[in-house]
């Protein structure tokens, strides 16, 4: 039996606005300036379904529709990304979710459009880091 050291990790979306702005490199570049090693990565395009369920946890909320339909308008680069305290360090990285409240040099500051439209997400807890990641990444995909 193989046992896994537990590792640092969290996991990142960059959102359909930010891709559509031309702004992955931009961010990516800030991810690894910030000490973080990328683990696995791809763009692909969530559909109305499959945004609907990542985001369950939201249905009962007033914006899941607006969400839903925002997340699958178009192409997201999804990550997982590694260090220590990865999910704090992200958290304090990208800023607040509301860019007009977000501190200078933070990813949505620069880059957000809106509190709804904030450019990337970024789990927020060790646990949903890991159910984040395994929606989009099979094992094998991770290295």
């Known amino acids: 039996m193989t046992i896994q050291m537990a590792t640092n990790r969290t996991f990142t979306m960059i959102k359909p606005e930010a891709v559509e702005n031309g702004n992955i490199g931009a961010i990516l570049e800030r991810i690894n300036a910030a000490g973080f090693r990328i683990v696995a990565m791809k763009k692909t395009q969530l559909s109305a379904d499959s945004a609907g369920t990542f985001y369950e946890v939201h249905?009962?909320?007033?914006?899941?529709?607006?969400?839903?339909?925002?997340?699958?308008?178009?192409?997201?680069?999804?990550?997982?990304?590694?260090?220590?305290?990865?999910?704090?360090?992200?958290?304090?990285?990208?800023?607040?979710?509301?860019?007009?409240?977000?501190?200078?040099?933070?990813?949505?500051?620069?880059?957000?459009?809106?509190?709804?439209?904030?450019?990337?997400?970024?789990?927020?807890?060790?646990?949903?880091?890991?159910?984040?990641?395994?929606?989009?990444?099979?094992?094998?995909?991770?290295?």
């Open 59 to 143: 249905k009962e909320r007033p914006f899941y529709g607006e969400l839903v339909s925002y997340m699958s308008s178009g192409p997201i680069v999804a990550a997982i990304l590694e260090k220590d305290n990865a999910v704090a360090d992200f958290r304090a990285l990208i800023g607040a979710t509301d860019p007009t409240e977000a501190a200078d040099g933070t990813i949505r500051k620069e880059f957000a459009e809106s509190k709804a439209k904030n450019a990337v997400h970024g789990s927020d807890s060790d646990e949903n880091a890991a159910i984040e990641g395994d929606f989009f990444f099979t094992e094998e995909e991770r290295s």
